[in-house]
Protein backbone atom coordinates (compact mmCIF):
# COMPACT_ATOMS: atom_id res chain seq x y z
CA UNK A 1 0.00 0.00 0.00
CA UNK A 2 1.24 3.69 -0.65
CA UNK A 3 1.05 6.13 1.76
CA UNK A 4 2.57 8.60 3.60
CA UNK A 5 2.43 8.32 7.85
CA UNK A 6 2.94 11.36 9.82
CA UNK A 7 3.90 10.55 13.44
CA UNK A 8 5.78 12.45 16.73
CA UNK A 9 2.61 14.80 16.93
CA UNK A 10 1.22 15.65 20.79
CA UNK A 11 1.30 18.20 23.12
CA UNK A 12 4.36 19.81 24.70
CA UNK A 13 4.55 23.10 26.74
CA UNK A 14 5.80 26.80 25.02
CA UNK A 15 9.83 26.05 24.48
CA UNK A 16 9.19 22.76 24.37
CA UNK A 17 10.80 20.31 21.40
CA UNK A 18 9.02 17.63 19.20
CA UNK A 19 10.41 15.91 16.33
CA UNK A 20 8.22 14.73 13.50
CA UNK A 21 8.27 12.01 11.34
CA UNK A 22 6.67 11.34 7.96
CA UNK A 23 7.86 7.52 6.73
CA UNK A 24 6.99 6.36 3.01
CA UNK A 25 5.83 2.65 2.33
CA UNK A 26 5.21 1.18 -0.87
CA UNK A 27 7.22 3.33 -2.92
CA UNK A 28 10.73 5.27 -2.43
CA UNK A 29 11.39 8.91 -1.18
CA UNK A 30 14.51 8.76 -3.67
CA UNK A 31 12.31 10.57 -6.46
CA UNK A 32 10.36 12.86 -4.21
CA UNK A 33 11.26 16.61 -2.79
CA UNK A 34 9.57 16.61 0.60
CA UNK A 35 7.66 19.41 2.50
CA UNK A 36 6.03 20.03 5.39
CA UNK A 37 2.75 21.61 6.08
CA UNK A 38 0.81 23.42 8.99
CA UNK A 39 -2.95 24.07 8.86
CA UNK A 40 -4.03 25.51 12.46
CA UNK A 41 -7.61 25.91 12.91
CA UNK A 42 -9.80 28.37 10.82
CA UNK A 43 -6.57 28.71 8.97
CA UNK A 44 -4.98 27.86 5.35
CA UNK A 45 -2.70 25.77 5.27
CA UNK A 46 0.52 26.89 4.79
CA UNK A 47 4.31 25.55 3.48
CA UNK A 48 7.02 24.93 6.68
CA UNK A 49 9.89 23.47 5.57
CA UNK A 50 11.00 21.54 2.25
CA UNK A 51 13.91 19.48 1.45
CA UNK A 52 14.97 18.53 -2.52
CA UNK A 53 15.43 15.06 -3.75
CA UNK A 54 19.11 15.67 -4.52
CA UNK A 55 21.16 17.88 -3.17
CA UNK A 56 19.37 18.28 0.02
CA UNK A 57 18.70 21.68 -0.14
CA UNK A 58 16.20 23.12 2.09
CA UNK A 59 14.00 26.10 2.94
CA UNK A 60 12.29 27.48 6.05
CA UNK A 61 8.96 29.42 6.75
CA UNK A 62 10.03 32.93 8.21
CA UNK A 63 7.98 32.03 11.04
CA UNK A 64 10.06 28.66 11.92
CA UNK A 65 13.44 29.64 10.65
CA UNK A 66 15.93 28.82 12.88
CA UNK A 67 13.60 26.97 15.35
CA UNK A 68 12.67 23.95 12.93
CA UNK A 69 15.21 21.83 10.85
CA UNK A 70 14.40 19.17 7.79
CA UNK A 71 16.00 16.55 7.25
CA UNK A 72 15.60 13.21 5.31
CA UNK A 73 17.07 9.57 5.70
CA UNK A 74 16.43 7.92 2.40
CA UNK A 75 18.06 4.69 3.93
CA UNK A 76 14.83 4.56 6.29
CA UNK A 77 12.44 5.95 3.92
CA UNK A 78 11.82 9.01 5.94
CA UNK A 79 11.91 12.51 6.54
CA UNK A 80 11.89 14.40 9.79
CA UNK A 81 10.86 17.76 11.00
CA UNK A 82 13.31 18.75 14.45
CA UNK A 83 10.99 21.73 16.37
CA UNK A 84 12.64 23.24 18.70
CA UNK A 85 11.31 26.56 20.96
CA UNK A 86 8.01 25.30 20.21
CA UNK A 87 5.39 28.15 20.44
CA UNK A 88 1.72 28.41 21.08
CA UNK A 89 1.17 29.72 17.30
CA UNK A 90 3.21 26.47 16.42
CA UNK A 91 -0.13 24.62 16.95
CA UNK A 92 -1.78 22.78 14.03
CA UNK A 93 -1.95 19.54 12.38
CA UNK A 94 1.31 19.17 10.73
CA UNK A 95 1.02 16.96 7.16
CA UNK A 96 3.85 15.82 4.94
CA UNK A 97 4.19 15.96 0.89
CA UNK A 98 6.40 14.13 -1.27
CA UNK A 99 6.30 16.31 -4.74
CA UNK A 100 7.72 14.78 -8.24
CA UNK A 101 6.54 16.67 -11.47
CA UNK A 102 6.30 13.50 -13.22
CA UNK A 103 4.81 10.96 -10.49
CA UNK A 104 2.60 13.45 -9.05
CA UNK A 105 1.56 14.00 -4.99
CA UNK A 106 0.90 11.91 -2.24
CA UNK A 107 -0.29 13.20 1.21
CA UNK A 108 -0.08 12.25 4.92
CA UNK A 109 -3.25 12.13 7.19
CA UNK A 110 -1.46 15.02 9.87
CA UNK A 111 -0.02 14.62 12.96
CA UNK A 112 -1.58 16.72 15.51
CA UNK A 113 0.94 19.62 17.64
CA UNK A 114 -0.36 21.64 20.03
CA UNK A 115 1.68 23.92 22.15
CA UNK A 116 0.00 25.13 25.45
CA UNK A 117 1.09 25.60 29.23
Known amino acids: QVQLVESGGGLVQPGGSLRLSCAAS????????IGWFRQAPGKEREGVSCISRDNGSTLYADSVKGRFTISRDNAKNTVYLQMNYLEPEDTAVYYC??????????WGQGTQVTVSS
Open 26 to 33: GFTLDYYG
Open 97 to 106: NAHNAWLGDK
